[in-house]
C-alpha cells in the first residue's frame, strides 16, 4: 500500500469514526431531551396556577412566561385563540420565568391579583402597556402597580399580598421547576407535558393539534 492510499484510508476511517460519534452523541442528547421531560412531568405543572379555559379540557398549553418579554405579549393573543378555536379542548396554564430585571416584582403583583380572582385582567393591562413599565428591558414595578389601580382589588389585601411567603414561595417554585425543565427563554411551551422543541407559533399549532387527535 503506498502513501497516497494509505493516506486516504486513514482519512476515511477518520470520517466514519467521526459520522459515529456525531450520531451516537446526537441520539443520547434526544434520549436525554426525552428523559428530562418524561422525569419531570410532575413539575410542568403547578397546583393553582393560574389557568385559562375549560376545566374539562384534555388539552392543557404550559406557558412559562415573563409579563416584561416582547415575544409573550406577541403570543398572548395567539395562545387565546386557540383556546377560542378548539373550545372545551383546550386550557392554558401560566407560570412564570421572571429573566428581565425587575420582572421578579411585577409577577408578584400578578399573583396576588390571581389571588383575588383578577390575574387576567391584570396580565391583560400589562401586555397592552408594556412599553410604559418597561425600558430597555428592565421591569418598573411602581409603574406596573399604578396601571393595576382601577381593577376591582381590595388594594391594601393586593399589595401585603404581594409580598407574602405563599406568593413567594409559588414564584420560587416556578423558577426552580423552570430551571429543571431547562427553560432559558420566554415563552417556553409545554403541550400535555411534550416541550415545543422547535419555536413558532405554527409549531406550537401544530402540537396542540397532534395532542387533540391523541385525546380526542
Known sequence: M???TLFISVSLILIVAFIAAVTIFQTEETSKNKNVSSDNLNIIERENAPTKGSEDARVTIVEF????CETCQVFYPLVNDLIKKYP???KVMMRYAPFHQGSDQV???LEAAHIQGQFWPALD???ANQQSWT?????RPKIAIALLK????????FIHDASSDTIIQSIIQDVEDGKTLKVRA???FFVNDKPLTNFGYAQLTQLVEQAIAEVY
Open 107 to 109: 409577577v408578584k403583583l
Open 135 to 139: 425600558r430597555h428591558h428592565v421591569a
Open 186 to 188: 420566554t415563552p417556553q
Open 2 to 4: 503506498n502513501k497516497k
Open 88 to 90: 372545551g379542548k383546550v
Open 150 to 157: 382601577d381593577l376591582p382589588l381590595d388594594h391594601e389585601k
Open 65 to 68: 412566561f415573563d409579563p416584561a
Open 125 to 127: 393591562i400589562l401586555f
